[in-house]
């Protein structure tokens, strides 16, 4: 970089406005967000090669998805996302371009989702590390406890987009990795749909630019939620550990995403445990027990169970018993 780390903090300041009567945002030693309601916050981190390749994805890409993956998070507790705060370690190699790339695809998330940039901070390292910290706002949270035995088990959309993305990536060529990394706007990119005959673009959206899901129309009837980023199963396990409960999964009323078939068939990979344990969907998992709102959206695929274990329920083999499989970080 050719800039000084004063001369990018300018940068920025230009570029991220904050509404005064919200608060006080950069250019302070800590940011002010006067809120209505009680705060939600968190955090997450995305580190290269952990998280994230550079061969296929962009800076500006890591822009967006940094605020995605924190806002999903805030979501998952029934709240509305209000500011971000982002702080990144970079390589001395990195160019003023990658820089301000990273800061596109954060402006373009923050307006998707309708927030401010309220600060952060800018360091050496040897590898890429991008850290976000939320704030959002709720007069009343869900949270992962609250699902009782016959509460009906929903989700917002179809798994398994992410990690058939992730696995088709991995497998092209360079010269393939280096085009699919100059895509700001999938939907125009129609390549891979032409090859294969399905919505390929979607997949790879999924896991280069995820767009966390507002769960406004239907947060006031879930007894409890979480962002099943980690894996459908991983994390249904997580809120029925929490619950002292077990869980049954239909697996005919599973959506599959004809692309995610497509792509599985392609890699040799078989479809369900992408769906089931891929991870980085960024979908909800509502536990409600209303049966009716699937005019929200929401897609019932089983129900909570007394005891403990998820099972899946096959309509040929019966109930088999699940391993909570999925992303883990050690």
């Known amino acids: 970089m050719k800039q000084s780390e004063l001369e990018i903090a300018r940068e920025i300041m230009s570029r991220f406005p904050f509404p005064e009567n919200l608060g006080i945002g950069i250019g302070d030693d800590a940011a002010l967000l006067r809120l ?13 090669e952990v998280h994230f390749d ?5 800076f500006y890409h890591l822009g967006f998805k940094i605020v995605s993956v924190n806002v999903s998070d805030i979501y998952a507790m029934g709240g509305d996302f209000r500011g971000f705060l982002f702080s990144v370690g970079l390589p001395q190699n990195i160019s003023d371009e990658e820089l301000r790339e990273l800061f596109d695809g954060i402006n373009e998330a923050l307006n998707y989702y309708e927030g401010y ?14 850290s976000g910290f939320a704030i959002g706002e709720t007069d009343k949270p869900v949270l992962r406890k609250g699902a009782e035995p016959d509460d009906i088990v929903f989700i917002t959309s179809y798994t398994g987009l992410s990690s058939a993305g992730f696995n088709f990536l991995k497998n092209l060529s360079q010269d393939e990795k280096k085009l699919v990394k100059t895509v700001k706007y999938f939907r125009d990119f129609k390549l891979y749909n032409d090859i294969f005959g399905v919505n390929i673009n979607e997949l790879l959206e999924s896991h280069l630019m995820p767009k966390a899901r507002k769960p406004d129309k239907f947060r006031h009837l879930a007894k409890a939620m979480i962002d099943i980023s980690d894996g459908l199963l991983i994390d249904l396990h997580r ?12 697996l005919q009323k599973i959506p599959i995403h004809p692309a995610v078939l497509k792509i ?3 890699l040799n990979i078989e479809p ?14 509502v536990i409600s027990n209303q049966d009716d709102i ?12 007394k005891g ?7 309509p040929l083999k019966g109930k088999i018993p699940a391993k909570p499989e999925g992303w883990q970080h050690f």
């Open 308 to 314: 403990r274990g998820i099972y899946l329920i096959d």
């Open 294 to 305: 699937t005019a929200l959206g929401l897609i019932p695929i089983g129900k909570i169970v």
């Open 272 to 285: 369900m445990k992408l769906i089931l344990s891929g991870g980085e969907d960024y979908e909800l998992l």
């Open 264 to 266: 599985a068939e392609y």
């Open 54 to 58: 550079l061969k296929y994805s962009s």
């Open 117 to 130: 940039l309220l600060g952060g901070d800018l360091s050496k390292s040897e590898k890429v590390v991008l």
């Open 36 to 48: 209505k309601k009680p705060a939600v916050l968190t955090a997450d981190l995305m580190i290269e």
């Open 239 to 250: 809120l029925c550990e929490e619950n002292e409960v077990g869980a049954e999964i239909y």
